[in-house]
């Protein structure tokens, strides 16, 4: 079982351009969640995706968005980065869903916004 | 507004001895907790959980105290070791929240040999 993978581990971009990544789950697992987590400070909670779709976002603006695919995969987007983008984005994977269970996180994408 | 806190941004213990990391929430809604260990240049791993319904929760060397009157929960690792040196993460969720996880600000533990 090789767990939750991410896609790129380190990406550099420049303010103003867009970035995506990507995220496999675990297997068995159908929902995908979304992190950003800042130096020094604990993971924040971006999106979640079930089914294909967007179940619950956290408090961040509209430049963020995702993607779920049939297989469970998942994308996240940010449009217009900022400095302040930059970030470990984790993405975590679980199941069943209306079931309190442990989460398993990916490695995390270091992304560097110059 | 910080739902879950970790006070303690650092502790130092020496090998053998108690580790006692602690995390306060305000979110009465909160009924499952969770630890998780994070190393430089990985994602968090899951340590342990608890239930609301629970006050205690043992694994190994790991045990976790929820004192939900105080809002409080607590892990404590016996003895520690070296290798226990990470930063620890207190998180919470409630049932109707699809595991959407609400993350401290993290502690970080150094065990001494």
């Known amino acids: 079982d090789a767990g939750v993978t991410q896609s790129p581990t380190h990406l550099i971009k420049t303010r103003g351009q867009q970035v995506t990544l990507r995220c496999s789950p675990k297997?068995?697992?159908?929902?995908v969640s979304w992190y950003q987590q800042a130096l020094g400070q604990g993971p924040q909670f971006i999106f979640q995706?079930?089914?294909?779709?967007?179940?619950q976002r956290g408090n961040f603006p509209d430049r963020f968005s995702g993607h779920q695919f049939p297989n469970y995969s998942s994308e996240l987007n940010v449009n217009a980065l900022l400095l302040g983008d930059s970030a470990l984005y984790l993405c975590?994977?679980?199941?069943?869903?209306?079931?309190?269970?442990?989460?398993?996180f990916g490695q995390g994408t270091r992304l560097t916004v110059v | 507004d910080q739902q879950v806190k970790q006070n303690s941004p650092s502790l130092s213990v020496q090998e053998g001895r108690i580790s006692i990391l602690n995390c306060d929430y305000t979110n009465s809604m909160f009924d499952y907790f969770l630890w998780y260990k994070k190393y430089p240049a990985e994602g968090p791993t899951f340590l342990i959980s608890i239930s609301s319904i629970k006050d205690k929760n043992e694994d190994g060397r790991f045990t976790v105290f929820l004192n939900k009157s105080a809002k409080h929960l607590s892990l404590h690792i016996v003895p520690s070791q070296p290798g226990d040196s990470a930063v620890y993460f207190c998180?919470?969720?409630?049932?109707?929240?699809?595991?959407?996880?609400?993350f401290g600000g993290g502690t970080r533990l150094m065990v001494k040999p």
């Open positions: 995706y079930y089914e294909e779709e967007e179940r």
């Open positions: 998180a919470a969720s409630y049932a109707n929240a699809g595991n959407m996880l609400t």
């Open positions: 975590a994977s679980s199941a069943p869903r209306d079931s309190n269970t442990e989460a398993f």
């Open positions: 297997s068995g697992h159908d929902t």
